[in-house]
């Protein structure tokens, strides 16, 4: 096999772009890398039920952008890191 054809293989396997979403509009449980500062954020499931209270909310000029890292809000921190370095996001945390 030569370099281009791995390159090509290896391209073919990367998850490529990631799911960016806002984060007002999270809706499923899970461990989220927010995009401009690389900060993790941690969804339980009860924080996602109707009612909930406190309800969390960011406020400001643009959007706050996060993309998913795992569906387990409370998934190892280094795992956290490994993933969200896999899909090259900002790992500040």
């Not at 989220?32 to 900060?39: A, L, M, P």
């Not at 954020?41 to 996602?48: E, F, K, N, Q």
């Not at 909310?57 to 795992?70: A, E, N, Q, R």
């Amino acid at each position: 096999m030569d370099y281009a054809s791995a390159v090509v293989n290896t391209a073919k396997s990367t998850s490529f772009p990631p799911q960016t979403i806002e984060f007002g509009q999270i809706t499923k449980p899970g461990a989220y890398c927010v995009i401009k500062t690389g900060q993790l954020v941690r969804v339980p499931p009860d924080a996602l039920l109707n009612g909930r209270s406190p309800a969390i909310s960011f406020s400001g000029t643009k959007p706050m952008l996060v993309c998913p890292v795992s569906a387990d809000p409370w998934i190892a921190i280094g795992k956290a890191r490994e993933e969200a370095a896999r899909l090259e996001l900002p790992v500040r945390f």
